[in-house]
């Protein structure tokens, strides 16, 4: 394993995987822990954020369309486009704030195709 270079995958008996073992001179990873830790003190956190909220709303509107619901307006790119702040937990509840919203709006219409007996009333 680590005289050979191989990596280790470690699983349960199931198969779901637990750990991974890597040799001790691959410290790739510890230039990507800095590059991340680097990235969340400056704007890039900010980006990398609206991003994956963008990301997650946009899949949201894929499914509704599949099933005939109403989609998020698009006004939602707008709002987190606008979102400026150098406050760091501002930003984080504003983003939260849009996503949550957007996301109780989601759940009630993927849950409204739900037969009415065995409908979830939250997720």
């Given at each position: 394993m680590g005289f050979w270079d191989i990596d280790t995958l470690v699983l349960t008996q199931r198969g779901r995987p637990v750990a991974m073992l890597k040799s001790l001179d691959d410290?790739?990873?510890?230039?990507?822990r800095v590059a991340q830790y680097q990235a969340s003190l400056d704007e890039r956190a900010f980006e990398i954020a609206k991003h994956i909220v963008m990301a997650k709303l946009d899949g949201q509107n894929i499914v509704l369309r599949?099933?005939?619901l109403e989609p998020h307006l698009d006004?939602?790119?707008?709002?987190?486009?606008?979102t400026e702040t150098k406050n760091l937990e501002l930003f984080r509840r504003r983003m939260t704030g849009i996503?949550?919203?957007?996301?109780?709006?989601?759940?009630?219409?993927?849950?409204?195709l739900f037969p009415e007996k065995i409908r979830p009333e939250t997720r």
């Open positions: 410290d790739s990873h510890v230039q990507t599949k099933y005939g006004n939602f790119r707008e709002k987190i486009e606008r996503e949550g919203k957007h996301t109780q709006r989601y759940y009630q219409q993927i849950f409204s």
